[in-house]
């Protein structure tokens, strides 16, 4: 059997990396096996050990490759933005953006991954590359504080971080729901100082009143 190029094995090493990324973001770390991510490729699973030692070593390294992309993107957008206010609430905006509250869809690492990393076993590798992956995203956002304070500018990165991710984890676990929706451009209105038209509360099982009975009546004098 010929061997493979340089040029042919980091293509297929990318090619790896790339689909890995992409599953394990729209399906968690453990519901994606080995032989699944090289079927992806249109390769045999007896492949996969010419290119990463396990699939914890994958994990790990597509987890840096979607967090390398999401920080081009973060890049461009503060890139063109006027102001550093506006570069915030862009990507505010983008993160929370409709598509992305799709379960299946492999958005930001931050929120896709943070489950399966806030599980994995302290060795895993790919906890240190989330913390990392988080990390500059936390510095980016700090980077565009306005309030002279860097502390203060980064708590509030932290903030901004931690509502974007949280709103998206939510909006994601009830899709199909208008809670979904109603979470998401609530935060978003919160991050971009968006004022969000009043609209009147919808009634959900736990506030419809309670009947009375005998039995309760009785309870209640």
């Known amino acids: 059997m010929p061997r493979v190029s340089k040029v042919q094995a980091e293509a297929n090493h990318q090619a790896i990396e790339d689909a890995a990324s992409r599953l394990f973001r729209e399906r968690g770390l453990q519901s994606v096996t080995v032989a699944e991510v ?11 050990y010419a290119h990463y ?4 070593a994958l994990a790990a390294s597509a987890c840096a490759s979607a967090f390398a992309v999401a920080d081009e993107k973060w890049r461009r957008r503060i890139e063109a933005a006027a102001t550093p206010v506006e570069a915030r609430q862009t990507i505010a905006e983008r993160y929370l953006q409709p598509a992305h509250r799709d379960p299946a869809a492999a958005s930001c690492p931050t929120a896709t991954l943070a489950t399966d990393v806030a599980r994995a076993d302290a060795a895993h590798p790919i906890r240190a590359t989330y913390v990392q992956g988080l990390r500059t995203q936390v510095e980016r956002l700090a980077a565009l504080g306005v309030s002279g304070d860097p502390g203060r500018d980064r708590a509030d990165a932290c903030v901004q971080l931690a509502t974007m991710m949280g709103a998206l984890l939510l909006a994601r676990a009830c899709h199909g729901d208008p809670l979904s929706d109603e979470i998401a451009e609530a935060a978003r209105a919160a991050l971009t100082g968006e004022v969000l038209p009043s609209a009147p509360v919808r009634p959900t099982p736990s506030s419809k009143p309670r009947r009375t009975t005998r039995a309760t009546a009785g309870r209640t004098r």
């Open 53 to 56: 030692a396990s699939k914890d």
């Open 38 to 48: 090289m079927a992806e490729v249109g390769m045999t699973h007896g492949g996969f």
